[in-house]
Every structure is written in structure tokens, then in C-alpha cells.
């Protein structure tokens, strides 16, 4: 079993930063890739950011120029440093890894609410 903890959410201005992390702990033999999804309410789950193991990063339109993801293999942890946030960005922010073989798992969630 593979556990995820999220930290680093909250309440934030328009304009405002936030980096969120995730620790995976648990039975990690490797880990490949490691993202960030969001859910705002009644819309589904999007990709935010991902980052492979050898640290090619991918992000979705809407966060480029101001999200930049990043992980630290040593602490199996990977980070989402937010800024220029907007209102817009409100959601539930998600950890997903996903571990060598394929198999995917994700964290309980953490609150990102940005006010105008």
C-alpha cells in the first residue's frame, strides 16, 4: 500500500501564491510519475501538472507561466508551486503517483480557494 499526504492549501487573494506538497510513504519500490489534478465543484477531475522521473514536466494550458510542478525523488515527495493565483483556480487540488508497473494512487485532497 502506497500513502499519499497532502499539505499546503488554503485561503489566498487573487494575485496570491500557494505551494502545495505531497509525501508518498508506504511500500514504494519506484516511483515513475507524479502529478497534480484539481476538481472545482460540479466539474470533473482535470490535470493541473505532471512530472516523470527524469523530470519532464507537462502542464495544462490554463497554469502555464504561473504553476511550476517539482519533485524530490530522495523525500518521494513532489511540490506544486502556484502563483499569479485566481479566482478561477479554486478546486480541491489532488495528488496522483503513479508507481513503476502502473499502478496509480491518490491523496485525500487539499483545498485551494482563491478570493477576489
Known amino acids: 500500500q502506497v500513502q499519499l499526504v497532502e499539505s499546503g492549501g488554503g485561503l489566498v487573494q487573487a494575485g496570491g501564491s500557494l505551494r502545495l506538497s505531497c509525501v508518498a510513504s508506504g511500500s514504494i519500490f519506484s516511483i515513475n510519475a507524479m502529478g497534480w489534478y484539481r476538481q472545482a465543484p460540479g466539474k470533473q477531475r482535470e490535470l493541473v501538472a505532471v512530472?516523470?522521473?527524469?523530470?519532464?514536466?507537462n502542464y495544462a494550458d490554463f497554469v502555464k507561466g504561473r504553476f511550476t510542478i517539482s519533485r524530490d525523488n530522495a523525500k518521494n515527495t513532489v511540490y506544486l508551486q502556484m502563483n499569479s493565483l485566481k479566482p478561477e483556480d479554486t478546486a480541491v487540488y489532488y495528488c496522483?503517483?503513479?508507481?513503476?508497473?502502473?499502478?496509480?494512487?491518490w491523496g485525500q485532497g487539499t483545498q485551494v480557494t482563491v478570493s477576489s
Open positions: 496522483e503517483v503513479v508507481i513503476v508497473g502502473g499502478r496509480a494512487y
Open positions: 512530472i516523470s522521473s527524469g523530470g519532464r514536466t
